[in-house]
């Protein structure tokens, strides 16, 4: 039976709405989120083809916060995120509570076997971070059934850990992954922005100007020098560490000690300015 909301429904619990998606016959689109939702966010969700039911959801998951105070101070800001989601045009909106997606406890976690992109740039520094991420996307994948998942490329390691995960679990739903989205400094944009100060929001550009120059210096140095020089040059612009800036195999994250105008790779950065830790990425 078809079955296109007239406006945007919420649903706060699972039985309900998978009872409402179980009565159409449309394929599922969905863009699981964590809210402080941005124009990144709504790009996800303006691909899913309009003849689909296009699902968000908003959830701030604990499983996957190695840094209690990140946890904490994770903004939140549901009713903007509500408005925006309207005016994008998104059929449903899935909002559950902790104690609905975890009612036997947020510690209740399956291991998931994510071999060495769990061991390597996020995975080194958030240990434990991708099991959760897995924990709760196979939860929402199981309750939504998507056809066709959709996330953002400045989270590259974490598309890559959600692809191995749909072939663990089997999930027949379709990763499709979307360019990132910058402001007009250049700067990617992330819900974790709003919490830079001024001052910290100026020097945050510095992050992407840097990556450009590593593109650019490709093949006049080696990656491992590259990544040393780039890293200086955050630490001279206001970022007080960093955790890594390297160059990596786009297909499964080996790090390279050499590149070549053919190699199909990514360049990756980590580093913190003031309490808040920007990531990024950047394709040669």
Same mark, same amino acid.
């Given at each position: 039976m078809p079955?296109? =909301? ?11 709405l ?15 989120? #964590? *809210? ?11 691909? $899913? +083809?309009?003849d ?15 840094? +209690?105070?990140?946890?904490? !101070? ?13 005016? $994008?045009g ?17 510690? !209740?976690?399956?291991?998931?076997d994510l071999?060495?992109?769990? @061991? ?5 520094? %958030?240990p434990?971070?991708?099991? *959760? ?8 994948? @199981?309750?939504?059934? +998507?056809?066709?998942?959709?996330? *953002? ?8 850990v959600? %692809? ?14 979307? =360019?990132?989205l ?6 990617? #944009? @992330? ?13 945050a ?14 093949g006049?140095? @080696?990656? $491992?020098?590259?990544?040393?020089q ?24 080996? =790090?390279?000690?050499e590149?070549t ?22 394709? +040669?």
């Open positions: 079955f296109k =909301p007239l406006k945007m429904i919420i649903f706060r619990t699972i039985k309900p998978q009872n409402r998606l179980g009565r159409s016959t449309e394929k599922i689109s969905f863009v699981p989120t #964590m *809210g402080a939702l941005h124009d990144g966010h709504i790009s996800l969700l303006k691909m $899913a +083809p309009k689909t039911i296009r699902v968000c959801s908003i959830f701030v998951n604990p499983t996957q916060f190695n840094d +209690p105070s990140d946890y904490q !101070h994770y903004p939140v800001t549901i009713e903007k995120d509500i408005e925006k989601l309207t005016e $994008a998104v059929d449903i909106l899935f909002l559950p509570s902790v104690e609905e997606m975890y009612p036997e406890g947020p510690t !209740h976690k399956e291991h998931y071999g060495d992109l769990e @061991s390597v740039f996020e995975g080194e520094f %958030r434990g971070h991708y099991q *959760g991420v897995c924990q709760v996307v196979d939860k929402l994948l @199981s309750i939504v059934r +998507p056809d066709t998942l959709f996330m *953002g490329q400045k989270d590259y390691q974490q598309c890559m959600i %692809r191995r995960l749909l072939e663990l679990k089997k999930h027949p739903t379709e990763l499709v992954m979307g =360019p990132t910058r402001e007009t400094d250049g700067l990617a #944009m @992330s819900s974790r922005n709003v919490r830079l100060t001024p001052d910290e929001r100026q020097q550009v510095s992050i992407w100007k840097t990556l450009q120059w590593f593109r650019e210096n490709l006049k140095y @080696s990656p $491992a020098d590259l990544g040393k780039a890293s200086e040059k955050l630490l001279s612009n206001g970022f007080h560490k960093v955790d890594y800036f390297t160059l990596a195999d786009a297909r499964n994250l080996t =790090p390279l000690k590149w105008p053919d190699t199909e790779s990514v360049i990756l950065c980590a580093a913190f300015l003031g309490q808040v830790r920007l990531i990024d990425n950047l394709f +040669p």
